[in-house]
């Protein structure tokens, strides 16, 4: 058991602003700060049980047939991620729409499964998996948060703005999406080279 | 001999591929069954609520809502049992994917009790605020004897006109329409006749 394990995911390795992964929900759902939570969220339970299911059988997998069987259980946790969601948070889940069922084909997961979990122990595939998730949940809160003060005054539906505060409507737009987050890579960034340095 | 044929096939990588492909399936095929036998039940009621909320929103004093013979026409009594008026889905294409609403009139389909958004995917902060107060109270006492109009940043000049939202016409002209054409259709069937 490494503490790396678990670290590497929430910075050195992020998912969103160092592999850039899973760009699709990324972009698409972060218009409010809850909805980048939610989004996180559900992507950290897909990638930790199925990166854990996946250690146990991987040394029953057979190699040639590994692919189709690792999206076969990501599909069934993403399933069981929506039917939650729309049993227990309706709005949330009506506001997110096509996106939870997309987690499917989200790089992030296919890419721990692959890169990680069918080689490693699983004690060493759940850490891995969790950092990996909470790195892409914080990303998707960050550029959630940053997009929904600047378009809407609030974060996470609380007024923070002073009243008369004009929304930046580009904001909660697709170009938004892009701006933010090519900016906040560029911050993640310098402050990584700065790191590195001292 | 039996034995080396056996040996050879558990050793084909064609048919231990298709023996763990068939297990994973089977096994993820049968937890779902449980996850969706949990959430169903669940997910009908978040979906029937929503219906119901809205009515209950446009008609505040409601006692009964009665099924008529038609799909998603519901009659509305309020508390005494007296006819309130009719509350009905409708639903048309947006800017973006489908819209739904739930349109609620006065028994002689004269005026609209009032609107409100069940569905939408329009763009968040333009189109989505058909779902907003400002818009949706233009449609509370609005004459429908003629087909609704809408204008762009203009005063109202007759009374059946709402004002669209700026920067959303298209989300603004879809719902009028659906209203527009879904009124109309009931209409034809001998609604508040």
């Known amino acids: 058991m490494k503490i790396a394990d678990l670290t590497r995911g929430l910075w050195r390795e992020n998912p969103v602003f160092v592999q850039v992964l899973g760009m699709c929900p990324t972009l698409a759902v972060t218009t409010k700060a809850v909805f980048g939570l939610s989004m996180g969220l559900a992507t950290t339970f897909v990638v930790v049980s199925s990166s854990v299911v996946i250690s146990i059988i991987r040394k029953l997998v057979p190699n040639q047939g590994r692919i189709p069987m690792f999206t076969v259980i990501i599909a069934t946790f993403v399933t069981a991620a929506d039917y939650f969601l729309k049993a227990n948070f309706y709005q949330i889940s009506k506001a997110l729409g096509p996106y939870v069922p997309l987690i499917v084909v989200n790089c992030v997961i296919l890419g721990r499964a692959e890169a990680f979990a069918s080689k490693k122990a699983v004690i060493r595939s759940f850490l891995d998996a969790l950092g990996m998730g909470i790195g892409f949940t914080c990303a998707l809160i960050v550029l959630g948060g940053i997009r929904e003060i600047l378009g809407a005054g609030t974060i996470f539906g609380y007024r923070i703005l002073w009243e008369g505060f004009t929304n930046w409507i580009v904001m909660i737009l697709p170009a938004g999406a892009f701006i933010t987050l090519g900016l906040l890579v560029g911050v993640f960034n310098v402050i990584d080279e700065k790191m590195k340095k001292s | ?193």
């Open chain 2, 1 to 193: 001999m039996v034995g080396r044929i056996i040996k050879a096939v558990i050793n084909n990588t064609v048919i231990r591929m298709l023996t763990a492909l068939s297990i994973v399936g089977a096994v993820a095929g049968a937890s779902l069954v449980f996850v969706y036998n949990y959430a169903t039940p669940k997910i009908e009621v978040n979906v029937e609520g929503g219906t119901e909320k809205a009515i209950k929103t446009i008609f505040p004093d409601v006692g009964k809502i009665k099924q008529t013979g038609e799909k998603d026409v519901y009659k509305i009594e309020n508390s005494q049992g007296e006819i309130e008026g009719y509350a009905f889905l409708a639903e048309g294409n947006g800017y973006q994917g489908t819209i739904k609403l739930i349109i609620g009139v006065d028994p002689k389909i004269d005026k609209m009790m009032g609107m409100e958004v069940l569905e939408s995917q329009e763009t968040p902060g333009l189109g989505a605020e058909i779902s907003s107060a400002h818009f949706r109270d233009q449609f509370i006492d609005l004459p429908v004897t003629k087909k609704i109009e809408y204008v762009k940043n203009q005063k109202l000049e007759k009374d059946n006109q709402i004002e669209a939202i700026t920067g959303a016409t298209i989300s603004s002209k879809a719902v009028v329409r659906i209203i527009n054409n879904r009124i109309e259709e009931l209409r034809q069937q001998g609604l508040g006749s």
